[in-house]
């Protein structure tokens, strides 16, 4: 078991000499969660993109929005199913967990794609990773309209924890194990080790 420690401070980061992601097709779009083309496979779900997969681990109690979530043909549509069953079905504890639930998205991601996106996240080189969103200051940063973005960043400092260890041992990271969080299900089923798809 594995748990992720994120600096979750607001952070500048320079657009020079970064590696900034905001459209799936655009340079560095394979960083997004959004991006297809990184197919995964938890609990014998095919799921399309990591976003599908994180949104779907909102409602472990529930697996017919997970189907729903997961059943959607484009990430952005997962996304929106997810929101609107938030309210009614999400897992009270989601904003104490939803780091390390993105670690563990992204660690799958990963271990089922580890030439393809590991490679996109090798020939990022030493540079900051950072996703640009106009809304997100947690998860992207902002663009401040000066050659600068402002924001938490988390999920490009979660992509650089990863570069790191693929950077050192990128075949250690073919197996994720289950993280430290109760009641992790997908589809009815509690979540293990996960392996190569």
Same mark, same amino acid.
């Given at each position: 078991m594995e748990q992720?420690? =994120?600096d979750l401070s607001v952070q500048m980061y320079?657009?020079?000499?970064?590696?900034?992601? +905001? /459209? #799936?097709?655009?340079?560095?779009?394979e960083l997004s969660n959004m991006r297809a083309g990184f197919p995964l496979r938890v609990n014998g779900a095919e799921i399309r993109t990591s976003e599908?997969?994180?949104q779907a681990l909102r409602f472990p109690d529930h697996p017919e929005v997970q189907q729903l979530i997961i059943a959607d043909n484009s990430p952005k549509g997962a996304k929106m199913r997810s929101k609107s069953h938030r309210r009614e079905f999400a897992r009270k504890d989601w904003d104490e967990i &939803? !780091? &390390?639930v993105m670690w563990w998205? $992204?660690? !799958? /991601? $990963?271990? &089922? +794609? $580890?030439?393809s996106f590991g490679g996109e996240l090798f020939i990022t080189g030493d540079k900051p990773i950072v996703e640009e969103s106009a809304n997100d200051k947690f998860w992207g940063?902002?663009? &401040?309209?000066?050659?600068?973005l402002k924001g938490a +960043? =988390? $999920?490009?400092?979660l992509l650089m924890a990863l570069r790191a260890r693929y950077k050192a041992d990128p075949t250690a990271l073919r197996s994720v194990p289950q993280p430290q969080i109760g009641n992790f299900r997908l589809m009815g089923q509690e979540?293990? #080790?996960?392996g190569v798809a």
């Open positions: 992720i420690t =994120v320079a657009r020079a000499g970064s590696a900034v992601f +905001n /459209k #799936t097709k655009e340079k560095w779009g599908a997969l994180y &939803q !780091v &390390q998205c $992204l660690r !799958v /991601k $990963l271990a &089922q +794609n $580890l030439e940063a902002k663009d &401040q309209g000066d050659g600068t +960043n =988390v $999920l490009g400092k979540i293990g #080790t996960i």
